[in-house]
C-alpha cells in the first residue's frame, strides 16, 4: 500500500510511518518546515515539502497522485486560532478535495474527541480548536471518499499497551500515541472499516481484534 501521510513529523505521524514502513508499505511524510525532513526519514518515511496554508487543491493532488490512502494528523498545535483554522480546519478541507481529485479514495482523519479538556477551565482558543475539529469531521464525512475518523482521547507518550477500546461512542479517557498509530496502522488494511467515526481509549482489546470488531459490526 502507498499512504500519504500529512502531519508526519507529529507524534502519531511518525510512529504510524515507522509501523506501516516495517510491514513493507510505501510510506510519504509530508512536512511543512526543513528541519522535519530528517524526522520523516527516520521514521521510515520518504520526506516531501507541503504546506496546508499555501498549497492549493491542485498542488496537494499532484503529491497525492498515485498513492492508495491518505492519513491526515497535521494539526497547528496551540499556534494560535488563525493557524488552527487554516490548518485543522481550512486545511483538511483542501486535503479532503485534493483527494478527490486525485483518486485517492481512503482518508483517515486524526480528529478529537467532543468532551476533551472539559475538566479544565475554559478558554477561547480551546473551544475554537474543538468548534473547528467538529466542522472538519462534518466536511469529510459529506465526501465520497472511504473516510475514516478517528478520535483519540487525551495521547500520552509513553510506550503503548496494544490494547484499546474503539467505538462509535465510548466514555472519554486517555490513550498512548502508539496504540492510535497502531489502530490506524490496522484499520488501513481493513476495507470495510470506513465511512465511521471511531472514539479511541485505551482499553482491554488488542488493536487488531477491536479494528475487527468494529468491520463487522452492522453498517460497517
Keep these: 500500500m502507498r499512504v500519504f501521510q500529512i502531519g508526519a513529523a507529529g507524534g502519531v505521524g511518525r510512529r504510524l510511518a515507522a509501523l506501516l514502513a516495517a510491514r513493507g508499505d510505501d510510506v510519504t511524510g509530508m512536512h511543512r518546515e526543513p528541519a522535519q525532513a530528517e524526522t ?8 516531501i515539502h507541503g504546506d496546508l496554508i499555501a498549497d492549493s487543491v491542485a498542488d496537494l493532488a499532484e503529491k497525492f497522485a498515485g498513492h492508495d490512502a491518505i492519513v ?4 497547528a498545535h496551540g499556534t494560535g486560532m488563525d493557524k488552527t483554522t487554516l490548518i485543522d480546519g481550512k486545511g483538511l478541507e483542501k486535503a479532503a478535495d485534493a483527494a ?9 482523519l486524526v480528529s478529537a474527541f467532543p ?30 471518499l472511504d473516510w475514516l475518523i478517528v478520535r483519540p482521547g487525551q ?10 477500546t474503539a467505538g462509535a461512542a465510548i466514555e472519554y479517557g486517555s490513550v498512548h500515541r502508539d496504540d ?11 476495507p470495510e472499516l470506513n465511512r465511521m467515526i471511531v472514539e479511541l481509549t485505551d482499553g482491554p482489546t488488542p488493536v487488531a481484534d477491536a479494528v475487527t470488531e468494529l468491520a463487522r459490526r452492522p453498517g460497517a
Excluded at 491526515?72 to 494539526?75: D, E, I, P, Q
Excluded at 476533551?116 to 466542522?135: C, D, Q
Excluded at 492510535?180 to 481493513?190: C, M, N, Q
Design 40 to 47: 520523516v526519514r527516520l521514521s521510515g518515511a520518504t520526506p
Design 100 to 108: 478527490a481529485r486525485a483518486a485517492v479514495p481512503r482518508f483517515v
Design 180 to 190: 492510535v498509530a497502531g489502530f490506524i496502522a490496522a484499520a488501513l488494511s481493513e
Design 155 to 164: 495521547l500520552l507518550d509513553d510506550p503503548g499497551t496494544g490494547r484499546v
Design 72 to 75: 491526515f494528523s497535521a494539526g
Design 115 to 144: 468532551e476533551a479538556g472539559r475538566g479544565k477551565e475554559p478558554n477561547e482558543r480551546f473551544e475554537h480548536y474543538i468548534r473547528v475539529k467538529k466542522t472538519a469531521d462534518a466536511y469529510l464525512a459529506r465526501t465520497d
